[in-house]
């Protein structure tokens, strides 16, 4: 088969329109008012138009960079800050961070303001200037700042266990808070990790849950990942949970950092994993999701946590992950049994979500779609993941997509095929799909290609994606992106072949049924509107009342089919042209019989001009359903084709025959033709024909031409222009378009075969005809499906057999053939690889022969070196030069094995030259008629 080609086209989309609203929470946490606007999706700037990126309309936590749980209590340079505003601050932080003055001047020069000192004391861990104001007359180891944080919230701060231990011996208080609530010193020892002083505040009976309404000691031992601390807080009463629901607890603080072993310790002391946080409502194990933290999705399944959770944009953490591509999260999941058909916001699956603009490996959708994941799953939208795939330009997950069995026919809710999108945005998996194609037929037999016995199978199931739409869905879709030539694939061919002798009994119908319509509406006209019924007593013939009923019958029923077509899919029907001709018929039938059928007299004059209309319009109607069947579809197209041609012709030069005929009715006012502009333009465009009537026109009886000199000549220049080259003209035209349509006869009545099956199919297949009684609908699916099961989907055909008539002889050459090019392109590839793999093997063998005789020959000179003599014989007169030399055993076996090989090489290469002759042998059959 010649290489197909295929083109880019440009589509026009619509589905920017469908994407237009990007959802945008609101501040007070409002849920979105539409529902086009629950569901972000960007356009991608890697290309002119971009494509559609799949994200989460939200963070599915707030830890990241600049989190919470990143954060210290307070910041570090807040509380040096708040050290130096107080008195004389700024100047005592200089001099205990030089320490070039000592502990004793300092107290000695700031007497008054040892509050000050106390604070920098702690905050620089000086433990002997701060031992020293503590002995102080008056001294208040409670003493705080201008934010109401004490000395000991700042020794725990740092983690500073002598100074925690020095102002708790002094009456500082252990259970405190700062000013505005924010933590004690219980809080600041564990977001520093120190387990001393943790164990020197407990050891004061602290409130070991003091706000856990918020974070407690626990959440800041976890934020900071100290193991010692978080099981010493445990073992000591801390709770692991909050007493109020949807607040965030230590738990989600390890999974949203991955911290396993901390939250090994809370799952262990009872921590709740199922526990959801804030407005969102996420688990513990949608954060470790997100993140890819796995050992933390580990702890928390085998903790009892909902595999399938929803939050509030109802997604799984199976979800989070695709989102995140974190595929071992996703495998895992999978794994322990997730739901990965749960749908979320827009009705997106796990797969959408997997088809991320970020994504450059596609493990996540491959894990996904071997777990049998819906491949065809739309959202809302209508949008498939082969659509978004499409959209993205990503052509490996397309690819994939389609080998897992993903539909290209599917359409979106504005009617725009996966192909459309696979044509204009990754056109290199079309050859692909062709090369699916040809993998399609295959030899299903154990004897040779050139036996009579030799039976071709070719399986339909690549052509048939979804029965639900008819079979011819996939073919009608590579017809509209402007890939006709698919057609022209044996299978493909074959298919349509079959389709057409299973269907075409329904156009046979149709034709008999338009015809004998035709017949009696030409039988009423003629009895009725042909005879001089303007007399006074003329009557119809007595059979046309008879007639007349049966064309209203028949009239209904046409009229109840169009109807049933337009309700089926009105933008569809409304531009197809011949069904503005069928409604032309049905009101021109009524408005020539609704009047008494057997009173001649009552018919008016205006009827007649509608009667010879319609008489018009249901022959040509007739002409069209004939030229449906293949063997006369080519004529009617060359008529059409023509037609159409000419119109656009004659709207070209319209100007040229206007002129012609304006000037006619000026040169000749006393021909009768040319009287009048109307009958001066008509008789021009009859006149282009070939119709001059010279001489009636200049030497006619009664007639005198006015301006003889200029009508001569207008005359002449009209034969000339019109008559003779625009006549010309327009009859190279026709010819050269029947010639093209020559050339392409068969693509065209493949594509016209394709076009009016499954337009029937869609009819046969369409909402409403499934609403009948399930037997009615079975029968049409018995008449006109091809097989009703996928799994009997093929055809078996017997190329060498003569008595093989089922398929055309040109067809079953062409089937034939792709499937000997094949076999011979293959059998050529593994010789060439058997021939590169034993070029490789000799070059093997020859270097061990090399290796082994120079390592043989190192022997040998080293032992003669050993007893060698004084004797300039290099073999120090153990033997003469007159011996032959000794051949090393192993060298001697190599020769062997080398001739042994170079047999078996030559036996090989004459087994390739007999099967190359058969080959050829073969091929000489194929090109015989």
């Not at 047999?903 to 190359?916: A, G, P, W």
Request: charge should be neutral; glycine fraction near 6%; include cysteine.
């Amino acid at each position: 088969m010649d290489t197909v080609r295929f083109s880019i086209i440009e589509n026009e989309m619509r589905w920017e329109d469908e994407y237009r609203m990007y959802y945008q929470e609101a501040d007070d946490g409002s849920e979105p008012t539409d529902s086009a606007g629950r569901f972000r999706l960007s356009i991608s700037s890697e290309s002119d138009v971009g494509g559609v990126e799949i994200s989460s309309p939200n963070q599915p936590h707030d830890f990241g960079s600049g989190r919470e749980g990143q954060e210290e209590i307070w910041a570090y340079a807040d509380i040096e800050s708040g050290l130096k505003d107080l008195p004389g601050g700024e100047r005592m932080a200089e001099l205990l961070v030089c320490s070039i003055v000592p502990a004793s001047d300092i107290l000695q020069d700031t007497n008054e303001q040892r509050d000050t000192v106390l604070l920098l004391a702690v905050w620089y861990s000086k433990h002997d200037l701060l031992r020293k104001v503590l002995a102080l007359e008056g001294a208040n180891a409670n003493v705080c700042d201008t934010a109401g944080r004490t000395a000991l919230h700042l020794g725990c701060y740092i983690g500073d266990y002598k100074a925690t231990e020095l102002l708790l011996q002094h009456g500082a208080k252990a259970q405190c808070w700062d000013r505005e609530k924010t933590a004690t010193p219980l809080h600041c020892a564990a977001s520093c990790g120190s387990l001393e002083c943790v164990t020197l505040l407990l050891a004061q009976n602290v409130d070991i849950n003091a706000g856990i309404e918020k974070h407690s000691a626990l959440h800041y031992a976890v934020m900071r990942n100290s193991k010692r601390c978080v099981e010493y807080l445990l073992k000591h009463g801390a709770n692991p949970n909050t007493p109020q629901v949807y607040t965030q607890t230590p738990l989600h603080v390890a999974a949203a950092l991955g911290y396993s072993e901390c939250m090994e310790l809370l799952i262990t002391h009872g921590a709740d994993a199922r526990s959801q946080y804030g407005q969102k409502k996420i688990t513990a194990l949608h954060l470790a999701a997100s993140e890819n933290y796995l050992d933390c999705v580990r702890l928390l399944v085998a903790a009892g946590a909902n595999i399938d959770a929803r939050n509030r944009d109802q997604q799984t953490p199976l979800h989070l992950a695709c989102l995140s591509q974190c595929h071992e999260t996703v495998t895992y999941l999978i794994a322990h049994r997730a739901d990965v058909h749960a749908v979320y916001r827009d009705g997106r699956t796990a797969l959408h979500a997997s088809i991320v603009k970020e994504s450059r490996f596609w493990d996540c959708t491959l894990s996904l779609l071997k777990a049998k994941v819906d491949v065809n799953r739309a959202d809302n939208f209508g949008y498939t993941p082969l659509h978004i795939a499409a959209l993205n330009e990503f052509s490996t997950c397309v690819y994939m997509l389609i080998e897992y069995g993903a539909d290209i026919t599917a359409r979106t809710n504005g009617g725009v095929s996966a192909l459309s999108f696979i044509i204009r945005r990754t056109p290199e998996i079309i050859p692909r799909y062709v090369d699916k194609l040809d993998a399609a037929i295959s030899v299903n037999s154990i004897h040779e290609i050139g036996d009579v016995d030799c039976e071709i199978r070719l399986d339909f199931r690549l052509l048939v994606p979804n029965n639900d739409r008819g079979e011819t869905e996939l073919l009608l879709a590579f017809i509209e992106v402007g890939q006709k030539r698919i057609l022209k694939h044996p299978l493909c061919e074959t298919f349509l072949l079959l389709k057409w002798r299973r269907i075409r009994k329904f156009f046979i119908f149709s034709l008999f049924y338009h015809g004998l319509f035709v017949l009696l509406f030409t039988a009423y006209v003629l009895g009725v509107y042909v005879q001089d019924c303007r007399a006074e007593h003329c009557t119809a013939p007595t059979y046309i009342p008879a007639i007349g009923y049966m064309i209203i019958l028949f009239n209904l029923v046409l009229l109840t089919k169009e109807i049933f077509q337009m309700m089926h899919g009105f933008v569809s029907y409304v531009r197809y042209w011949e069904n503005w001709l069928q409604w032309s018929i049905v009101i021109g039938i009524f408005l020539c019989t609704h009047n008494t059928l057997n009173e001649s007299n009552a018919i008016m004059n205006w009827q007649h001009h509608v009667a010879a209309v319609v008489i018009f319009l249901a022959w040509l109607e007739l002409m069209m359903l004939v030229g449906r069947f293949p063997i006369f579809g080519l004529y009617v197209q060359m008529f059409t084709t023509v037609a159409v041609n000419f119109s656009k012709f004659l709207m070209a030069y319209c100007c040229l025959l206007v002129a012609f005929g304006l000037s006619f009715c000026v040169l000749f006012p006393n021909y009768i033709a040319f009287k009048e502009i109307p009958r001066s333009l008509l008789k021009t465009i009859v006149m282009m024909a070939g119709e001059l009537e010279f001489e009636d026109i200049f030497y006619g009886e009664n007639l005198k031409i006015e301006y003889p000199a200029t009508a001569h000549g207008m005359f002449l220049a009209f034969v000339l222009l019109v008559t003779v080259i625009l006549t010309n003209l327009l009859v190279g035209l026709a010819v050269s378009d029947i010639q093209g349509l020559q050339q392409s006869a068969g693509l065209d009545r493949l594509s016209r075969q394709a076009e009016l099956i499954s337009r029937l199919e869609s009819l046969m297949f369409s909402r409403l005809l499934r609403k009948a009684p399930i037997r009615i609908w079975a029968i049409f699916q018995k008449i006109a499906l091809l097989k009703t099961s996928r799994c009997r989907l093929h055809f078996r055909v017997k190329p060498n057999d003569p008595r093989e008539k089922r398929i055309p002889r040109e067809l079953i050459t062409s089937i034939y053939k792709l499937v000997a090019e094949r076999r011979e392109r293959n059998q050529s590839i593994r010789r060439r690889r058997t021939y590169r793999n034993m070029q490789t093997f000799n070059n093997f063998l020859l270097d061990e022969a090399d290796t082994a005789a120079v390592t043989l020959r190192r022997k040998h000179f080293k032992t003669v070196n050993k007893k060698r003599t004084i004797s300039d014989n290099p073999y120090g007169g153990m033997r003469p030069d007159t011996m032959p030399p000794v051949v090393p055993a192993r060298q001697s076996s190599t020769g062997a094995s080398l001739k042994m090989l170079e047999e078996n090489q030559k036996t090989i290469l004459k087994r390739l030259d007999e099967l190359s002759k058969d080959l050829d042998i073969v091929k000489s059959r194929i090109k015989k008629p």
